[in-house]
């Protein structure tokens, strides 16, 4: 039963951790971050697992896991505002030439970050943005303005 | 040949997610974002007192959990941690004063919750004796004179609240109330 309990704890407090982490655009994520993620896994580890090192302790808590996990994904699919509280929803960062200062101070993204963005999907300049949108993943999806 | 419309099931493509300026469809919902923000504040504000209590050792390890009690007759004083952490090392220590050595040696009853519940796993130095009953063990150590000490080292195995009783026979009950953190 612990071993169970813990796994899933263990899965449920992963999400929430980087979730409350914030997004970051996810093709920018700088080693400090990478380090974070593996750290923390790294940690939570080592509480899950304890001292029962057998291969019976690791396959329970990996079939735990993949339940909870399976459970999450039907539930996100049962309840919208479930699945906006697991994932987020899509922010606007940028739309017709003004920032949405709020929502890029909250999510601790900065312009460079959104220009950056765009120089990759092949903007040379943000006035030739529509939008900038913070996607659930962390990417963000840039909308050139429509050739009228 | 059958269409693709009678091999699987369908239904109509509705764009639900809300729009930015009645234009792009996003499923943009500030209001909710909002609350999460507030959420995420409240988060961060538990994490920070977290790991503040932490640092003192509220949670264990640290300068809170350390503890001392002794007999009044000054027979036994025992260091101890007050919180202990599940399935992590520890060390009760215990000091014999002037009143417990006689003969030679020092007996000490411990009550079976330090086996028990905070799982001891070794006594330091060996003991010549350990008799069981009356709830708990007699540990009985070659002794010359005080100060003379001896250590029990935990590693508890039930969470929650479990109380330590050690006593020198024929003297005062020393209580050590500890909290096993999961």
């Given amino acids: ?148 | 040949m059958p269409s693709a419309d009678s091999e699987s099931p369908t239904k109509p493509v509705e764009d639900s997610a809300s729009r930015v300026d009645d234009d792009i469809a996003v499923g943009f919902d500030l209001a909710f974002q909002r609350r999460w923000w507030r959420f995420e504040f409240a988060v961060w504000t538990v994490f920070t007192t977290l790991v503040v209590l932490a640092m003192f050792g509220c949670f264990g390890r640290g300068h809170f959990a350390k503890a001392r009690t002794a007999a009044h007759d000054g027979s036994l004083d025992v260091q101890y941690d007050r919180i202990e952490r599940f399935g992590s090392p520890s060390v009760v220590t215990v000091t014999f004063g002037p009143r417990a050595i006689h003969g030679g040696k020092a007996q000490l009853w411990v009550s079976e919750s330090l086996m028990n519940a905070l799982g001891n796993q070794r006594v330091v130095p060996q003991p010549v004796e350990a008799i069981l009953g009356d709830g708990g063990i007699l540990y009985t150590f070659a002794a010359t004179k005080p100060p003379a000490t001896a250590e029990f080292a935990l590693q508890p195995r039930a969470v929650g609240g479990a109380n330590l009783q050690l006593r020198v026979p024929d003297s005062e009950t020393v209580n050590a109330r500890i909290f096993v953190m999961p």
Wanted: hydrophobic share 50%.
């Fill in chain 1, 1 to 148: 039963m612990a071993p169970v309990l813990r796994a899933i704890f263990g899965y449920c407090f992963l999400i929430l951790i980087v979730r409350i982490a914030g997004r970051r655009p996810g093709k920018q994520m700088t080693p400090f971050e990478l380090v974070l993620i593996f750290f923390i896994g790294g940690c939570t580890l080592t509480a899950m697992v304890g001292d029962d090192r057998s291969l019976t302790n690791a396959v329970i808590q990996i079939v735990s896991i993949a339940l909870t996990h399976l459970v999450i994904i039907w539930a996100k699919g049962r309840s919208a505002v479930f699945g906006r509280i697991v994932d987020g929803t899509p922010l606007v960062l940028m739309d017709h030439g003004k920032w949405h200062t709020e929502t890029m101070n909250r999510m601790r993204i900065q312009g460079n970050d959104v220009i950056a963005m765009a120089r990759d999907q092949g903007f040379a300049a943000l006035d030739r943005i529509e939008y900038a949108i913070l996607e659930r993943n962390g990417e963000i999806s840039i909308i050139p303005k429509s050739q009228e």
